[in-house]
């Protein structure tokens, strides 16, 4: 049994990892690994990608694995190809378990069976092996993964369910939630109410056609209220140009709304919650959300959440007096999101209540809470 009060040295792997990065996993990451920073354990994270010192500045727990040898942003084709040929894989193995005994590392997380170089998990002396399994990925992936991981766990229910549903043994599986990076606080019953009646509703996501950021576009052409939309581009999509060619589509639908504005280049982390919070609603148009990330980070300051009742988004938003926004049912469409947002807009005490109830639920995902979550599930 593993010592409980031996401070730990932590690495986690996520060859697509870059600080700012527009995607659930990544921040996800750096929330965890802030977490159990803050508990007195030490946490690096592994990345395929050079940073940039000037605009990031010099992170001593970041750590640059050099042999992945892949352009960025790609797919998974090109990342597999590119960590699995030519004896690639165990030149990776041999640099992963190298970086283990430089840093003395007790555990390492690997974010992903393809991005976060799961398939590849050197066996090491004294080094617990971890899955984080934010998505079931390809069996190509996920098989090779699961056989060296001494742990598996996901960020919610979902992702068990849909494992089951492949077939996949996860009875033993833990779940320890995103935490939220920042915590940035809420506004004020005045300020919520003064942006309950002008402010602008928001959207913030990653370039991804299960997003569903253009219908909800084309479906809000006739609102007559201010929408704002800052997309991004992450280090990994469907194919080369998915990413350029969905924002141009997104940005030719927004040409069409009343009164709305868009660009892409995203947040930096330590702006997004800032930003969500002086939004009147957050809108969650994904077909697809094995967290809700953004949902999470809108409620976290008071901002009221709508979203599609699919994956893990009515778990983490709620029903009834408890619920941090609306659940609407998929089958009303792109529609019923916009109808959902203006009904809550125009009731001022439900809308109070709903902001009130989003931030008390995002309590149990800060930081510190998650980390806990996470050291009883890998100890």
Sequence with gaps: MPDASKAL???FVLASYTSDAPAGMERATAALAEGLRQL?????????????????????DLVVLGSVGVTFPADDGEL??????????????????????????DTAVYVDALWGLGRLAPACPG??????????????????????????????TTVLGQAHDRSYDSTCWRVVPNALLVDHGAPDARQ?????????????????PEKNVRALLDAGRLVDRGIEVVLAQAGFEHAAGAQAAEYRR???????????????????WDQVQSWLADAAVVIVPS?????????????????????FDVDNLPALIGTGEEAGGIVVPRARGEFGLWDAAEV???????????????????????????AHDFLKAVR
């Design 9 to 11: 040295t932590v690495a």
């Design 40 to 60: 007195g354990h030490r946490a690096l994270i592994i990345t395929a990608i050079e940073p940039d010192p000037i605009e990031h500045g010099i992170d001593e």
């Design 80 to 105: 597999r190809e590119a960590i699995s040929t030519h004896g690639q894989d165990e030149i990776i193995a041999a640099d992963l378990g190298a970086l283990y005994r430089h840093h003395r590392v």
């Design 127 to 156: 080094v617990r092996t971890v899955l984080a399994m934010h998505v079931v990925g390809h069996d190509q992936d996920l098989v090779p993964a699961l056989e060296r991981a001494d742990v598996v766990f996901t960020p919610s």
């Design 192 to 208: 919520r109410e003064a942006l309950r009646q002008g402010g602008p509703v928001r959207v913030l996501a990653r370039l991804g």
């Design 250 to 268: 997104c940005a030719h639908s927004a040409a069409h709304l009343l009164m709305g504005s868009i660009r892409d280049g995203g947040l930096p």
């Design 287 to 307: 077909l697809k959300e094995t967290f809700g990330l953004i949902a999470l980070e809108a409620m976290s300051t008071g901002t009221p959440v709508v979203a």
């Design 344 to 370: 809550l807009l125009d009731d001022p005490v439900r809308y109070a209540a709903l902001s009130r109830a989003a931030y008390y639920r995002s309590r149990d995902y800060l930081p510190t809470t998650v």
